[in-house]
Protein backbone atom coordinates (compact mmCIF):
# COMPACT_ATOMS: atom_id res chain seq x y z
CA UNK A 1 0.00 0.00 0.00
CA UNK A 2 2.89 2.29 0.83
CA UNK A 3 4.67 1.68 -2.35
CA UNK A 4 1.14 2.88 -4.49
CA UNK A 5 1.04 6.17 -2.22
CA UNK A 6 4.88 6.51 -3.13
CA UNK A 7 5.11 6.45 1.02
CA UNK A 8 8.14 5.57 2.81
CA UNK A 9 8.25 2.55 5.37
CA UNK A 10 10.58 2.24 8.22
CA UNK A 11 11.22 -0.74 9.92
CA UNK A 12 11.33 -0.19 13.53
CA UNK A 13 11.53 -3.75 14.96
CA UNK A 14 11.97 -4.33 18.48
CA UNK A 15 11.08 -0.84 19.47
CA UNK A 16 9.58 -1.06 23.23
CA UNK A 17 6.38 0.48 24.25
CA UNK A 18 8.28 2.67 26.54
CA UNK A 19 10.59 4.18 24.11
CA UNK A 20 7.93 5.48 22.80
CA UNK A 21 6.55 8.82 24.03
CA UNK A 22 3.50 8.61 26.52
CA UNK A 23 0.84 10.24 24.45
CA UNK A 24 1.87 7.41 21.91
CA UNK A 25 2.46 4.64 24.05
CA UNK A 26 -1.53 4.17 25.08
CA UNK A 27 -2.63 4.14 21.58
CA UNK A 28 -0.64 1.35 20.93
CA UNK A 29 -1.18 -0.71 23.86
CA UNK A 30 -5.07 -0.19 22.79
CA UNK A 31 -3.92 -1.31 18.86
CA UNK A 32 -4.56 -5.10 17.84
CA UNK A 33 -2.33 -6.54 15.76
CA UNK A 34 -2.36 -5.03 12.13
CA UNK A 35 -3.82 -2.13 13.19
CA UNK A 36 -2.54 1.48 12.90
CA UNK A 37 -2.79 4.78 14.85
CA UNK A 38 -4.56 7.75 13.49
CA UNK A 39 -2.30 9.26 10.93
CA UNK A 40 -0.41 12.57 12.80
CA UNK A 41 1.47 15.11 11.66
CA UNK A 42 1.53 17.97 8.48
CA UNK A 43 1.31 18.10 5.38
CA UNK A 44 4.90 19.68 5.32
CA UNK A 45 6.73 17.49 7.41
CA UNK A 46 4.76 14.65 6.58
CA UNK A 47 2.74 12.45 7.79
CA UNK A 48 2.98 9.31 9.85
CA UNK A 49 0.87 6.68 11.02
CA UNK A 50 2.95 3.40 12.80
CA UNK A 51 0.98 -0.13 11.71
CA UNK A 52 1.06 -2.76 15.04
CA UNK A 53 2.93 -5.98 12.77
CA UNK A 54 3.25 -7.90 15.92
CA UNK A 55 3.91 -8.28 19.89
CA UNK A 56 6.56 -9.86 21.44
CA UNK A 57 5.78 -11.18 25.20
CA UNK A 58 8.21 -10.10 27.49
CA UNK A 59 10.97 -12.71 28.72
CA UNK A 60 10.65 -14.12 32.14
CA UNK A 61 12.68 -13.14 34.71
CA UNK A 62 14.53 -15.95 36.66
CA UNK A 63 12.46 -15.61 40.11
CA UNK A 64 13.96 -16.68 43.01
CA UNK A 65 12.63 -19.98 45.14
CA UNK A 66 10.90 -19.69 48.22
CA UNK A 67 14.22 -21.34 49.76
CA UNK A 68 16.59 -18.92 47.90
CA UNK A 69 14.77 -15.87 49.27
CA UNK A 70 15.12 -17.28 52.93
CA UNK A 71 18.33 -17.79 52.75
CA UNK A 72 19.14 -14.81 51.78
CA UNK A 73 17.48 -12.64 54.15
CA UNK A 74 18.97 -14.88 56.75
CA UNK A 75 22.15 -13.97 55.42
CA UNK A 76 21.42 -10.22 55.91
CA UNK A 77 20.15 -10.66 59.39
CA UNK A 78 23.34 -12.50 60.36
CA UNK A 79 25.85 -10.15 58.81
CA UNK A 80 23.64 -7.17 60.38
CA UNK A 81 23.94 -8.78 63.78
CA UNK A 82 27.95 -9.34 62.96
CA UNK A 83 28.29 -5.43 61.84
CA UNK A 84 26.18 -4.53 65.65
CA UNK A 85 28.94 -7.06 67.48
CA UNK A 86 31.69 -5.75 65.77
CA UNK A 87 30.82 -2.10 66.41
CA UNK A 88 29.93 -2.73 69.54
CA UNK A 89 33.52 -4.00 70.46
CA UNK A 90 35.50 -1.18 69.00
CA UNK A 91 33.35 1.11 70.97
CA UNK A 92 33.92 -0.90 74.15
CA UNK A 93 37.97 -2.02 73.15
CA UNK A 94 40.81 -0.56 75.31
CA UNK A 95 43.58 0.60 74.05
CA UNK A 96 46.73 0.26 76.15
CA UNK A 97 50.02 2.04 75.29
CA UNK A 98 53.44 0.86 77.07
Known amino acids: MARKLGADVVNRDGIKIRELPAPLQ???L???????TPP????????????????DA??????????????????????KRARIYLR???R????EYN
Open 26 to 28: QVM
Open 30 to 36: DLQIGQS
Open 58 to 79: PQETSSESFDEIMSRLEEERVN
Open 40 to 55: YGSLQDGVRVFVLCGR
Open 88 to 90: DLR
Open 92 to 95: DAVI
